[in-house]
């Protein structure tokens, strides 16, 4: 990602944040004025790093449909529930086939999500009611997204997500379709919570009607 990053900035690589939405919609430096195609194609190339990463690399990601929660559920509180339960149930995975490590959560400092910080706070209590918190190191760190590349590949590929639930645009998405957790074709880092999965179409909804073995969970 530094050397992309030289492209825009190579005197100061290191200046180049990559943040998606502000490359999509080209409404900061170094990307306004940059052409639509290329603006896209900036958005692709970042993604095409996670694409090509080592084959140990996985990616986790929630979509949830707001319109079929309850008025008491909070959409943020569970997207995070839920990616912390499918990263534990990978390192899981992990320890039984003999790689015995514990996992870390890295949470952009920049969010003011309330429900996350609260949620990070409370990680240790909630998490163990979650049943998650066997695997991991420590609570969640924050930590500033400007300094590190890894959140900013994740700032990434929940765009992408989000860009091919909310818009139906699969264009991003496609490029790490393949790079989310899975076995023996059942996705387990992808989960997509809302009123139709007997009828969706889309890769997480239809690894879980159509893979009978190899259950993980749900
Ligand atoms: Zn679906």
Redesign the pocket.
Known sequence: MDKLAGNFNSQNPTDVEFHASEIFSRRAAPWRGMATGDARGVLKSVLGIAHASYASACCFAC?IEKSSLRPDQDCVALAFEDICQRFDLFLARKSREGDRERGLIILDRSTEETSIQRLSRDFRRLGTQWGAVRHLADTPLFIDSKASRLVQMADHIAYAVFRR?NEGDAQYFDVIAHRFDETDGRIHGLS?R?S??QT???????SRRFTRFGSQQD
Do not use: G
């Open positions: 979509a639930y997509h809302h139709a999965p969706c179409t889309c890769p997480a909804c239809l």
